[in-house]
Nanobody, 125 residues
Framework: QVQLVESGGGVVQAGGSLRLSCAASGGTFSRYGMGWFQQAPGKEREFVGAISWSGSSTYYADSVKGRFTISRDNAKNTRYLQMNSLKPEDTAVYYC??????????????????WGQGTQVTVSS
């Protein structure tokens, strides 16, 4: 059973940076595509970005392009979400998710098989 654990959330001022980590155990993480999603209070879970299982492709929501970067370290079974130039509207719980499928939209949460518990990011103005 794959388990995902996020860390790195916290409170930061607008314009600041945070790096979220997603550590995996219990599976061959290097073969999984991986996504990041955010969920603000009263809103649905929204796509932030994703990286293909090979690491050759990354995808980002328009709202975070140029500010957020996804990377990976297969040796550590960890994926990262580097968030720069943070805005108050980035405030949300951030979830990482892993998928075993090689096809299908990376922005669709239904395409993911495993989810972490989430980590809170709060950006103050």
């Amino acid at each position: 059973q794959v388990q995902l654990v996020e860390s790195g959330g916290g409170v930061v001022q607008a314009g600041g940076s945070l790096r979220l980590s997603c550590a995996a155990s219990g599976g061959t993480f290097s073969r999984y595509g991986m996504g990041w999603f955010q969920q603000a209070p009263g809103k649905e879970r929204e796509f932030v970005g994703a990286i293909s299982w090979s690491g050759s492709s990354t995808y980002y929501a328009d709202s975070v392009k140029g500010r957020f970067t996804i990377s990976r370290d297969n040796a550590k079974n960890t994926r990262y979400l580097q968030m720069n130039s943070l805005k108050p509207e980035d405030t949300a719980v951030y979830y990482c998710a892993a998928r075993t499928k090689y096809s299908g939209s990376y922005s669709d949460p239904l395409q993911y098989d495993y989810w972490g518990q989430g980590t809170q990011v709060t950006v103050s103005s």
